[in-house]
């Protein structure tokens, strides 16, 4: 067999491997969360809201999840304040339960809804408290109410992205009809406020849709949510859901180069 041949197929054969790895690194939150069904009302109001291609695009990036039993009442609001709401669950910033134990008490960090250019305020920034061995989550907004909290990896790929498990949704002032108060003056302080509108959609938000699972009321409050004062507390569930997001694609890499072995092995018996 020709050596010019042997070194196409070699070429075919790496252009292959190298579209295949592109595919298997790009980050996909529906897909991520797809393969976990415990997170699929928060999938699929992602989905409605329009917000997939800016949370792919987006490196590198937080994503705080809410898991489906305490989805309920976010799920209900109209689909404007889900919206906002979930950009504000969207940090620009890698964060996973190491850097968050590490991170200073009342560290600030900036959503995707600071980046649309419509939030009032503190509304675009999230503030991380420590309390009592939890990591807590709340609006930087003045008036937000403390009251989430951080529960467990869901998976991560450092530095790139990663996706906490947190215990309700992160309510923003302002947003949801709630009176938005101006924060003490400050160097720097934001100008006078504006009403608070919907941000320019760039993909238009569709109408709630009224569905089953996500209207579901919310049940008890989350007192059985795992505590998470260190990184190795991380709930046994989410780290088998981190196992099964790693097998899935080492399995989706190994069934890809197991179809080239044979698509070389063709060539070669072909001369
Ligand atoms: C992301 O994953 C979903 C579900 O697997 C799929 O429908 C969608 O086409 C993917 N998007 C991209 C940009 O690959
Ligand atoms: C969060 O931490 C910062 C810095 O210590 C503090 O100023 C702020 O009052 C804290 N907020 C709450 C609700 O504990
Ligand atoms: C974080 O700040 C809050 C409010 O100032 C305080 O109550 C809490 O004890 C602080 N936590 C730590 C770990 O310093
Ligand atoms: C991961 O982040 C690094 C630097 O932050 C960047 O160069 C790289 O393209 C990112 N990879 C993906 C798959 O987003
Ligand atoms: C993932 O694969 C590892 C070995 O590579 C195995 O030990 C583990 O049990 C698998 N997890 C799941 C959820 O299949």
């Known amino acids: ?3 010019s041949k042997i070194s196409t197929s070699l070429i075919f054969l790496s252009c292959l491997l190298l ?3 592109v595919t298997t690194a790009a980050f996909n939150i529906t897909a991520i969360l797809g393969d976990i069904p415990s997170f699929s009302n928060f999938n699929d109001l992602l989905s409605k ?4 291609k800016a949370i792919n695009s987006q490196s590198p990036v937080t994503i705080l999840a809410i898991p489906n039993e305490h989805i309920g009442d976010l799920a209900g609001k109209p689909a404007d304040v889900i919206k906002i709401t979930l950009m504000t669950h969207v940090v620009l910033d890698y964060y996973d339960l190491l850097k968050l134990a590490n991170a200073k008490n009342g560290t600030r960090m900036t959503t995707l809804f600071q980046k649309t250019g419509v939030a009032t305020y503190d509304q675009g920034f999230l503030i991380l408290n420590r309390s009592h061995g939890q990591l807590i989550f709340s609006s930087a907004a003045k008036g937000a109410p403390h009251n989430v909290q951080v529960v467990a990896t869901v998976t991560q790929h450092p530095f790139n ?3 906490i498990s947190v215990s309700s949704a992160i309510m923003t002032p302002g947003v949801d009809g709630t009176s938005l108060q ?3 003056k ?3 302080a934001p100008a006078p406020a504006k009403k608070v509108s919907p941000p320019p959609a760039s993909e238009a938000p569709e109408a709630p849709t009224p569905s089953d699972d996500a209207t579901a009321p919310s049940p008890d409050a989350p007192s059985d ?3 998470s004062d260190a990184p190795a507390s991380q709930a046994p569930a989410a780290d088998a859901d981190d196992d099964k997001n790693k097998n899935a694609s080492f399995k989706h890499l190994a069934s890809s180069t197991l179809g080239l072995v044979a698509v070389l092995a063709s060539f070669l018996a072909a001369y």
């Open 1 to 3: 067999m020709g050596a």
């Open 182 to 184: 101006e924060p003490p």
């Open 49 to 52: 809201a329009g917000l997939v």
């Open 161 to 163: 992205y990663s996706i």
């Open 19 to 21: 579209a295949s790895s």
């Open 225 to 227: 949510a795992p505590k």
């Open 186 to 188: 400050a160097a720097g």
